[in-house]
């Protein structure tokens, strides 16, 4: 069953945190939700990182009148997966965003206006680095875990590199130890697309550049996406309402887009989509060291690996390298490959598939 | 070698032809190179297309001035591939482009203005028919052969479905029997930035919209290459002038999407682009029939099928399955999957692979 009704919490560190760019950024909010309870050894807690446009607000409703509940509710709750009889389950929106936690659309304190494109590039290390003093402000030394799809699987990954001794155990999907190129590219029209908006106006706008940040979102979902499950959902269908010789007729997938895109405008900033976009292109987990081997050689607790076979933002022989690499460092690891049509979405979708893994997973880690 | 200095040459059909959406486009000018001599028989002439942004001009040099000799130079010429001290090659631009040939930019006759949005949505097939015509006009009742990669081999497909006493073999190069939803959602975000580039004024422009013409082909360029290609090309290298943490500091692969975007828009018209875009995604070689099973039936020339390994835009199951259709039909066909690592550009640049293959299969085609 779901949780309780939630309520968002947040912390102020005045002093900030230093970033990878050598710029300070303070204060530093964060804005999370916690879930069941911390037990008195504190051992039991888990931090489930989200992705590029996630917020905090991962399990339940925040008011009886919510439609819907977090973005991974399906997991988390009495007798769920992060069972909150059990566990006590943290969210912390990433710095960068725009749900709460301090992000280009905050206060710049030197100037009292929005920090806009003042605010610096940030890195997925710098993400893990203010929520580690989160996890400390809330008296937990060690987590039981840290989970984490996609964006959040990068942050798992710092979590198991820069703060071995702070978790018991780390699991990581759909995610990277580097995006490719390819990956690259496809964020880089992203970006492309907001700059052409002429209401964009450098990031000092009035209103969310609506058509290219729709235009932008639309990319990204071809992305998450797969063609095997665009063939399944859309195949070539023309939509009813439009000619077939129409020159504005649209096919559904670019229907789909389209209206995607436009939903996304309401609940999204551009500047923030652009700051995450850039953290995610410039995630490399050996960032500082020689190597990946120099890299994964701090890691001490064991991690769990998933990839998706249809993921072709992440694919899967980039979870193998990081697996590999462990291995031949003689790392506890663990890796399954989930047959799945749905691209990368599909760590948010097949959790029946990987949940009792990872039941067996957490149910040998000691904290 | 090179063939020697060529003209560019035209044709005007007044009556035009009657396209698939049933309206009349008239007057049809095409615009069209040859090379080498037809022969008393007229048996050695062949037809090669060319894809979205290509033009007539496939061989040898316009002017002694000239730089870059034609698009696919490399197999025209005497002693090459399409050896001309032996063939008669043609390449005709097609209808709906920007290159000569009668498009949105030409001039509509019954209001003495740019067709622009009012041009008339064609297809592949309305392409290869008024290349029939001006193949008749040429004095040609079949050819030796008709090749064609990507969009080129969707009007090879045409030609061996819709006038299969016309040709004595085909070679299909990357092309896809009906691009996949994937492929059309990739055009249709390429579509969607001309759309939101203000200047672009719904066709009525003066001059060509170039951010949004720009980012449409840089979109396109990471359909053409692959992950594999990008990687060995550019992998994750930071732009040298930039720093990693300035905001609009761009990775390697980012200014190339960038530069050749920019430098598109110099030589190909956004209204063109849009049209063609949209041919490719109607393209259905079993348009009209019930299955492409049925399409196939009429085929009687041997075909001969190109696929390669990397490329993602038009995959080889794509071509297999066309291969397995015709082989179930008990019709003359050859397959090749071509193992390369440069994408969907591949069939531009591996032709000394194929070359063998192609010369063995001419080898055994009468006409």
């Known amino acids: 069953m779901s949780v309780d009704l939630v309520q968002e919490q947040s912390v102020t ?33 888990i931090l489930v990182e989200h ?17 819907r509940p977090g973005w991974w509710d399906a997991i988390v709750g009495p007798g769920r997966l992060f069972d909150t009889d059990r566990y006590f389950v943290i969210c ?4 960068g965003s725009c749900f709460g936690s301090t992000g280009p659309t905050s206060i710049n304190p030197r ?11 940030i890195t997925v290390r710098d993400m893990v680095r203010a929520q580690k003093m989160l996890i400390e402000r809330l008296g937990i030394e060690r987590l039981l875990t840290v989970m984490g799809g996609s964006m959040g699987g990068m942050q798992a990954l710092e979590w198991a590199t820069q703060y071995p001794d702070s978790i018991a155990s780390a699991l990581v ?58 063939n399944s959902k859309f195949g070539r269908r023309f939509s009813a309402k439009d000619g077939l010789f129409d020159f504005f007729g649209q096919f559904e997938v670019e229907r789909y887009l389209n209206y995607n895109g436009y939903n996304f405008v309401d609940r999204f900033d551009a500047n923030s989509f652009l ?17 990946m081997l120099e890299a994964f050689s701090n890691v001490t607790a064991p991690i769990q690996f ?7 933002l992440y694919p899967p022989y980039q979870t193998e390298e990081m697996v590999t690499c462990l291995e031949k460092l003689g790392k506890p690891v663990e890796y399954h490959l989930i047959n799945s049509a749905y691209g990368h979405d599909a760590f948010l979708l097949e959790h029946e598939t990987f949940a009792p893994f990872v039941r067996d997973f957490l149910s040998r880690v000691q904290n």
């Open 173 to 230: 999907l759909a995610s990277t130890p580097r995006p490719s190129p390819q990956a690259i590219s496809l964020n880089a029209v992203a970006r492309w697309a907001i700059y052409n908006d002429p209401t964009w106006r450098k990031g000092e706008y009035k209103h969310n550049p609506k058509d290219g940040l729709a235009l932008a979102r639309g990319i990204g979902h071809i992305t998450f996406l797969s063609d095997e499950s665009m």
């Open 51 to 67: 992705a590029w446009t996630g917020d905090a607000h991962l399990a339940g409703k925040r008011h009886e009148a919510d439609t």
């Open 92 to 95: 912390s929106n990433v710095i």
């Open 13 to 45: 560190f005045e002093s900030g945190v230093r970033l990878d760019s050598g710029r300070i950024l303070a204060p530093v909010t964060l804005v999370y939700e916690t879930y069941g309870t911390l037990n008195g050894e504190r051992s039991n807690a």
């Open 306 to 312: 998933y990839a998706f076979s249809s993921d072709w």
């Open 275 to 291: 700051y995450l976009a850039k953290s995610l292109d410039l995630y490399d987990v050996a960032w500082g060291y020689e190597s």
């Open 111 to 121: 100037t009292g206006k929005r920090y806009n494109l003042s605010f610096p590039v």
